[in-house]
């Protein structure tokens, strides 16, 4: 147990071993294993001689003695106050170091904690993530052990360098996400750092925590496991030695060649801005001068002449305001000009817009006066041809009515409208009057006739009585007498022939006359009323008789009776 | 940082910043008034300048520009300068009136000339001088007032020209009376006239339209 620790001394301290010359890479060689090839051509670079069994003694005892320490913390502690006795190299600091944190010294706790295992792993862990640069860093700080062993202590620094992005900016390629792992997190939550109030740390570890039986198993166990693989490479069977004159060399057996090289693989990337774009105007080309140089002393203000140097000045400013102004004076000269031409025009065109509604006022004036001019034009056509219409419209009808008014007057007369008012009253009052008191006259004269027929037939009868007396006398000679006698007697028409020539022959006469003369007068009107015409007759007949009846009557009263 | 007292190169010379602007304005100035001799013209100027008076400018560049060789040398432009610069006083002094002609180049026998036709001495109306000037630029009596009205008028160039009819009035009557040849019933009559005209259209003003049919002035 006590051997352990010592030895476990000088692989903890890698800068002060022979091995830890490749830095603080005690990990390297465990990770890519004892045959890895960089830990073995790291190991030949400080250990020319025999450097590949160097190289794995020490990779087992880095390894023995990060087991050792996570079995036995407490006695680490106290082995190395033991192992700083017995050692010749002033190590007096460093359990003071170890006591005390910093964050810099990555591997101070020295046996503190039995949780240093792990973290140690993790340490590694990251720094295989975190690239080559950082080890070459770390190597390069401790590149001489011997330098770093002569200043006695152990020291770690690392560089500042810049925080490589947490999160790419860009991706790179679709198909290959790429994990950018975590380099370097916060110092304050890492775990070996301790924090808060030192002295209230519990420094000193409980003794008897964890069970150091258990532990010595483990520890007896693993060594076996070791001694075990160990003997298994020893009896693996191993690739036979080289023939006189030969010697074994490295060949890869991968799929595909890989070159090896020391060196990281560094890639130059240059950026060039182009050429032309800020090109310095090429150099005036300077003939090496020839001939002597003479120097002239200037005193100060001598060269500089005022009225000289002013002179571009001036001109510059006389120009410039004389060129301006000219400008200026034109343009405004223009503008002016515009402005009073607009004017001008403006007042032309007031003074004709006068002149327009002037001329469209006489214009207007002008248009009524002839419209009323033509509807009284008008006017006058329109009587004119009234009247000239109502003119031969009135001929016309003068004309038509010559023919009609005539003719009109003949019909109306023909039709009796036109009338002699003492003819139509005697027609109509006088002449049925006179029928009247004729045929009154006439009942008269035949009531007269009767009674002179009877008076006659009395007197014939009483003659005939006589004669019948006498004839009684005289008997032959009456019967005659009375054969006719009782003749007569009856038809009194027979009776009448005696006064009958006279009175039939007159209204014979009459009726001839009547019947000539009216014949004169009234032939238009014979188809017209032939009751008229009779009447006339009658009126001519009655009137023949009326004539003639005074002659014919022979009683004096009839004609009494008739005047009445 | 102070300039050293004595100078390197060019860049230490300073110009004053208002230099340029009243340069510029001279030679504006200069061009558009076209002097004949400049030197008096700008002593003129730059007097006018430093007191704050009107300066003897013209509005406008006048192109025919008098020569005083075959003309008299007076044209209404500078007449116009001289309305500008005389006529917020009624009466003007002639010593002032006469420095002011000089300062425009004008030869001084022309303005003896004027002044002869109504002497007068120590001072004058200023309106009677620029009808006088109005008149002696040439032509009839008509002329005149056409120029009298445009460079009296408060209109645009190129409008209508407008004056009071009284002003008008006042300026045709005594240039009709310093001629002998017109009766002064018949500028009586004129004025009437036009009096008429003016106050039934244009409320008391006069226009160039109103009495010069010549041809259009510009």
Redesign the interface.
């Given at each position: 147990m006590a051997a352990l620790p010592a030895k476990e001394r000088p692989v903890r301290r890698r800068p002060r071993s022979p091995a830890g010359g490749r830095g603080h890479e005690p990990e390297a060689p465990l990770a890519t294993g004892p045959f890895g090839h960089p830990a073995r051509r790291n190991c030949l670079e400080f250990l020319p001689p025999g450097g590949t069994q160097r190289c794995l003694a020490t990779g087992a005892g880095a390894a023995d003695s990060l087991l050792g320490t996570r079995s036995k913390p407490g006695e680490a502690a106290t082995c190395c106050a033991g192992a700083l006795a017995s050692r010749p190299l002033p190590r007096q600091p460093r359990p003071r170091a170890s006591r005390h944190p910093c964050p810099w010294h990555y591997l101070h706790v020295s046996g503190s904690h039995d949780s240093l295992a792990p973290t140690c792993l993790r340490a590694r862990l990251h720094r295989r993530g975190g690239g080559s640069t950082p080890d070459m860093a770390s190597a390069m700080t401790d590149r001489n052990p011997r330098a770093a062993e002569a200043s006695g202590t152990y020291t770690y620094t690392s560089r500042p360098r810049a925080v490589p992005c947490q999160r790419r900016r860009y991706r790179d390629s679709l198909l290959q996400p790429v994990e950018e792992p975590m380099n370097y997190g916060n110092i304050m939550y890492d775990r070996r750092v301790i924090r808060g109030n030192t002295y209230a740390l519990p420094t000193g570890q409980v003794p008897g925590q964890p069970d150091p039986l258990e532990l010595q198993r483990q520890q007896q166990a693993r060594r076996r496991a070791l001694a075990r693989k160990r003997a298994q490479a020893q009896l693996r069977p191993r690739t036979p030695e080289p023939v006189e004159g030969r010697k074994h060399v490295d060949v890869q057996t991968e799929l595909y060649l890989e070159e090896i090289v020391d060196r990281i693989v560094e890639v130059d990337m240059e950026c060039q801005t182009d050429a032309f774009l800020d090109r310095p105007p090429t150099p005036l080309f300077i003939p090496a001068k020839t001939g002597k140089d003479v120097a002239t002393q200037i005193l100060?203000?001598e060269?500089?002449d005022?009225d000289l140097?002013?002179k571009?000045?001036l001109q510059v400013?006389?120009g410039?305001?004389?060129e301006?102004?000219?400008l200026?004076?034109m343009e405004e000269?223009e503008l002016?000009n515009l402005?009073?031409?607009?004017?001008?025009y403006?007042?032309i065109r007031?003074?004709e817009l006068a002149e327009v509604q002037r001329l469209e006022e006489q214009e207007r004036r002008h248009r009524e006066e002839k419209e009323r001019r033509k509807r009284q034009q008008w006017e006058i056509v329109y009587k004119h041809n009234e009247t000239s219409q109502k003119i031969s419209a009135r001929a016309f009808a003068q004309r038509y009515l010559a023919d009609l008014l005539p003719s009109v007057f003949d019909s109306l007369r023909n039709s009796g409208y036109f009338y002699d008012p003492v003819e139509r009253d005697i027609e109509i009052g006088f002449i049925p009057w006179l029928m009247n008191e004729v045929e009154k006259t006439m009942e008269h004269s035949m009531v007269g006739r009767t009674v002179l027929d009877m008076l006659i037939r009395e007197v014939v009868e009483r003659r005939l009585n006589s004669y019948e007396r006498k004839e009684d006398t005289q008997p032959s000679m009456r019967s005659d007498d009375v054969f006719s006698g009782p003749g007569t007697v009856k038809d009194p028409s027979v009776s009448l022939e005696l006064q009958e020539p006279t009175i039939s022959q007159q209204p014979l006469l009459d009726r001839d006359s009547s019947q000539t003369i009216p014949s004169q007068e009234r032939r238009p009107m014979e188809e017209w009323d032939p009751v008229w015409q009779n009447d006339q007759g009658e009126l001519k007949e009655s009137g023949g008789e009326e004539l003639s009846q005074p002659e014919g009557s022979w009683e004096p009263g009839n004609h009494s009776a008739a005047g009445q | 940082m102070p300039l050293p007292d004595?100078?390197?190169?060019?860049q230490q010379?300073h110009?004053p910043p208002e230099?340029?602007d009243i340069?510029?304005?001279f030679?504006?100035a200069a061009?558009?008034t076209q002097p004949v001799d400049v030197l008096q013209w700008s002593a003129g100027y730059f007097s006018a300048l430093s007191r704050g008076d009107p300066l003897p400018v013209k509005?406008?560049?006048e192109m025919p520009v008098a020569t005083q060789k075959t003309d008299t040398g007076l044209t209404q432009g500078l007449l116009k300068v001289l309305h500008k610069q005389c006529s917020h006083k009624q009466f003007v002094e002639l010593k002032d009136l006469e420095k002011k002609w000089k300062n425009l180049c004008l030869p001084v026998e022309k303005f003896r000339a004027i002044l002869e036709l109504d002497p007068c001495d120590d001072k004058m109306e200023w309106i009677k001088f620029l009808a006088l000037g109005c008149s002696s630029l040439g032509g009839t009596l008509n002329t005149a007032m056409k120029n009298v009205c445009e460079i009296l008028t408060a209109?645009?160039?190129?409008?209508?020209a407008r004056i009071p009819f009284d002003t008008f009035s006042l300026i045709y009557q005594y240039l009709a009376s310093l001629d002998p040849e017109i009766s002064a019933s018949e500028t009586e009559t004129y004025l009437a006239t036009l009096r008429e005209k003016s106050e039934s259209r244009k409320n008391g003003m006069i226009g160039l339209?109103d009495f010069y049919t010549g041809k259009?002035s510009?």
């Open positions: 100060e203000g060269l500089f005022f140097e002013v571009p000045m400013l006389v410039k305001t004389i301006q102004a000219l200026e004076v000269e002016a402005r009073a031409s607009q004017y001008k403006e007042e007031n003074v | 004595t100078m390197f190169c060019a010379i110009i230099l340029p340069l510029k304005q030679t504006k061009i558009r509005d406008r560049i209109d645009p160039e190129g409008g209508p339209s259009t510009g």
